[in-house]
Structure formats: structure tokens, C-alpha cells
């Protein structure tokens, strides 16, 4: 018998575009299930806010899950947000917030993986270039390597 997969359910989230030291991207590779979205993909560290949560709390407690580090307050730095309509499938708009976070070497260190099945420091466009990314997440790293071409600095 053929077990019915679960639905997916669309959330509000934070995603963190983490710079090592060197200025390579951490990136995870997503876990491969069925019950979550893009499973096997490679993107951000973060997830979905709890009830009452801010994005700014949800990215500080998805980095201490996902990765063991504590950010500083001032660490995480907003960066943008991108809306996703889900009411074509029976959701509703969702909005996933990215923030810019910069690791010191300690703190690169110190990482240990909590969730997914792989984090790996990546050069933006290789990363771009080679991994397989949700596409959400793909466009945020897109856009985060681009910035300073849009900007015109």
C-alpha cells in the first residue's frame, strides 16, 4: 500500500546568506524527504517563524539549530524579502526574509551541522553555476552576488 505524502505547508520564513571569512557562501544541502520543500536542493540555513516570532528571532534560532552558533544582535543584517503566493494551490502569500550574516573564523569554526545533509562554503557564482538551489534561495544568492552590478557601485 502506497503511504499519501503530507501536505506541504507554506510559512512565513528567515533565511540566512551566511559569509565565511573568506566571502564563500555557507550553504546547506537540504535534507531528501518528501515533506519538505525542494528536498535534496542546496540553499539557505533558516526556516519557517514559529507563532509571535519575529524574522530577526526566527533566523537567531534557526542558526542555533541548524548550525550550534549564537549570532550577536547586531550580527544579522536585513537584506530583502521576497512575497510567494500560494493561493493558486489553496495557500496564502507567504513572505521569506533574508538576512545577511557574517561569521568570524571562530564562529566558522564552531559550525556543526544540526540539519540537511551537508554545509559547504561555495564562491557565489560557482555555487550559482554548479549546485541545484530552491529556487528562492537560488534567486537570493543571485541577487546578493549581483548587488554591487544593480547598485552601480
Do not use: N
Not at 540537511?116 to 534561495?137: C, I, K
Amino acid at each position: 500500500m502506497t503511504e499519501t505524502p503530507r501536505a506541504l505547508k507554506p510559512a512565513d520564513a528567515s533565511a540566512a546568506i551566511i559569509l565565511l571569512p573568506d566571502r564563500r557562501y555557507l550553504l546547506q544541502h537540504r535534507d531528501d524527504r518528501p515533506d519538505i520543500f525542494f528536498p535534496g536542493h542546496w540553499g539557505f540555513f533558516g526556516g519557517a517563524l514559529e507563532p509571535g516570532e519575529t524574522p530577526r528571532q526566527a533566523l537567531h534560532r534557526e542558526v542555533r539549530e541548524e548550525l550550534g552558533l549564537t549570532l550577536r544582535p547586531d550580527q544579522a543584517a536585513f537584506f530583502t524579502k521576497m512575497d510567494l503566493d500560494f493561493s493558486c494551490v489553496g495557500g496564502w502569500p507567504v513572505v521569506r526574509h533574508f538576512f545577511e550574516v557574517r561569521l568570524d573564523a571562530d564562529q566558522a569554526a564552531g559550525v556543526t551541522l544540526g540539519e540537511g545533509q551537508d554545509a559547504r562554503g561555495v564562491a557565489g557564482e560557482e555555487a550559482l553555476d554548479t549546485l541545484r538551489f530552491a529556487p528562492y534561495d537560488g534567486f537570493g544568492l543571485w541577487l546578493h552576488v549581483q548587488a554591487r552590478k544593480i547598485r552601480g557601485a
